[in-house]
């Protein structure tokens, strides 16, 4: 059993050797999972809270890499090395590259690392900067929507901690990510993955409770995602195009329950949008999504309908 850095600082990079297929052991006949094993199996026999941050201090030098195998090493030791709770302080040094590794468009790489975020962040006395916490959660909000359900998963997950974690502090920077969550999150608590549905739900009630919203959390508690949805909408009535515009897309969604709740969104945000100056135009825009779906459901016809007819009036009316 391999306990001393010394033994840590030869065999690991031996185990790198292989792997980028370099000398002397770049003709050791292992695929690059199996070697990927072997790399595991070395840290699995230390006694981590010894030799844990000597481990820590191996892999930290290859996380940036500019090879991708010595990258996914990195982080599969990592994650192996970030259930250790000694560890988490030295791991959180390495938050800033973990978040830029969440850019990464791999979603094995994204998911280590959000795996190794989620375990750092466990810690009962370990505090994150409202700067870092910022810049996570700037990387998180565009995997709300991944198209991975593990990434999709663990980042919701994550980002309820940071909040969490920084619901104390006043006038909070996050508070601007947190309200651009919210729509997202709705989409994600109609998810046929059950366990994506109810993370996206715990998600929207730790942001109700960040943004103080105890209309929104009740609605929550109550699971009453219709009117959830409106109370949503009708916070801001001067963005109702903008919202309007950002659920179109979703309406190619290749599940369908997510595809019903776009709809939804979308014959809300129609209402609201009546009167404005673009009015016309986002109405046009989202006829054109809503006749596009192959298989409309009864609420998509009604709104269609209810959009025709309101288009008709306006340009029927005096500009």
Not at 69 to 76: G, Q
Request: negative net charge.
């Amino acid at each position: 059993m391999a306990t001393s850095e010394r033994a840590v600082e030869e065999v690991l990079p031996v185990l790198l050797s292989v792997i980028e297929e370099q000398p002397p052991y770049g003709s050791f006949p292992c695929s690059r999972d199996n070697k990927a094993v072997l790399a595991l199996a070395l840290l699995e026999c230390l006694d981590l809270s010894k030799d844990g941050p000597s481990a820590l201090l191996v892999l930290s030098r290859h996380l940036p890499s500019q090879s991708r195998d010595r990258l996914r090493l990195a982080l599969r030791g990592l994650v192996v090395l970030s259930k250790e709770p000694s560890l988490a302080r030295g791991i959180c040094g390495l938050c800033q590259h973990l978040v830029e590794q969440l850019a990464d468009p791999d979603a094995e790489m994204v998911g280590m690392s959000l795996s190794v975020l989620t375990h750092v962040l466990q810690g009962k006395d370990l505090e994150i900067p409202s700067i870092t916490a910022l810049k996570l959660v700037e990387s998180l909000l565009p995997h709300f929507e991944n198209d991975n359900s593990h990434v999709q998963l663990l980042s919701i997950q994550l980002f309820s901690k940071v909040m969490e974690l920084q619901v104390e502090e006043g006038g909070n920077p996050l508070t601007t990510l947190v309200s651009q969550s919210l729509l997202p999150l709705f989409l994600g608590w109609h998810h046929e993955n059950v366990h994506v549905a109810e993370a996206s739900r715990e998600a929207l009630l730790c942001a109700a409770r960040f943004l103080r919203r105890r209309d929104l959390e009740e609605l929550l508690s109550k699971k009453r995602r219709m009117e959830f949805a409106e109370s949503l909408l009708l916070q801001d009535e001067s963005r109702a195009a903008e919202h309007l515009r950002w659920a179109l897309p979703h309406l190619q969604h290749p599940q369908r329950s997510l595809r019903k709740a776009a709809v939804r969104l979308i014959g809300v945000a129609g209402v609201l949008v009546m009167g404005q100056e673009e009015e016309l135009q986002v109405l046009s825009q989202a006829l054109q999504a809503l006749r596009e779906d192959q298989i409309p459901s009864c609420m998509n016809t009604w709104i269609q309908t209810k959009f025709e007819r309101r288009s008709a009036e306006l340009r029927l009316s005096p500009r």
